[in-house]
T-cell receptor, first 110, second 115 residues
Framework: TQLLEQSPQFLSIQEGENLTVYCNSS?????LQWYRQEPGEGPVLLVT?????EVKKLKRLTFQFGDARKDSSLHITAAQPGDTGLYLC??????????FGTGTRLTIIP | ETGVTQTPRHLVMGMTNKKSLKCEQH?????MYWYKQSAKKPLELMFV???????ENNSVPSRFSPECPNSSHLFLHLHTLQPEDSALYLC??????????????FGPGTRLTVL
């Protein structure tokens, strides 16, 4: 069974600070997706990274896929209250199965 | 309506009740999914339908019964549930038949409480 561990599980920081959350596995994935889920809503896809070592930027969010395609990180610069939510990573395996991570619940304090 | 809609948004039921969750997608997609999201577990895939045929059932108890009458609608019929079945049930759709690499579009979920 493939397992994606996300850390930290909970993170609460002040507006304007920077943060990084992690998604780690012992399995190799063909690609990895990051979702954000706001209260009362379903997850929304933010980005897909495909190539080992790939870095993608989405405004203040920077996503990186590990060289070995087993891990990923999400860095947020100058966090804003609108960034509050549950961040989920999801790995796509060779047989195209999608495995979700344990999630990081982020709270940005105004 | 656009995207993926789910009804009801909240449901409270006793263990002997029978109820159904409904999902509708307005995106013209060919694959639909049911997920269970519990407080302390990762999102769990329950069922996958591709072109209205069930292609995956991840060992879900028979008290959950899915139905996909057409490519736009998906139901989850519930009967004799247990309190541990209380969770957020999410529906999703994707453009192509059941490829995990496809972007999945999620509905807002049904918050189910089993008493």
């Amino acid at each position: 069974t493939q397992l994606l561990e996300q850390s930290p599980q909970f993170l609460s920081i002040q507006e304007g600070e920077n943060l990084t959350v992690y998604c780690n596995s012992s399995s190799v994935f063909s690609s990895l997706q990051w979702y954000r889920q706001e209260p009362g809503e379903g997850p929304v896809l933010l980005v897909t990274v495909v190539t080992g070592g790939e870095v993608k930027k989405l405004k203040r969010l920077t996503f990186q896929f590990g060289d070995a395609r087993k891990d990923s990180s999400l860095h947020i610069t100058a966090a804003q209250p609108g960034d509050t939510g549950l961040y989920l990573c999801a790995g796509v395996s060779g047989n195209e199965k999608l495995t979700f991570g344990t999630g990081t619940r982020l709270t940005i304090i105004p | 309506e656009t995207g993926v809609t789910q009804t009801p948004r909240h449901l409270v039921m006793g263990m002997t009740n029978k109820k159904s969750l409904k999902c509708e997608q307005h995106l013209g997609h060919n694959a639909m999914y049911w997920y269970k999201q519990s407080a302390k577990k990762p999102l769990e895939l329950m069922f996958v339908y591709s072109l209205e045929e069930r292609v995956e059932n991840n060992s879900v108890p028979s008290r959950f019964s899915p139905e996909c009458p057409n490519s736009s609608h998906l139901f989850l019929h519930l009967h004799t549930l247990q309190p541990e079945d209380s969770a957020l049930y999410l529906c999703a759709s994707s453009p192509f038949p059941a490829g995990g690499a496809d972007t999945q579009y999620f509905g807002p979920g049904t918050r189910l409480t089993v008493l």
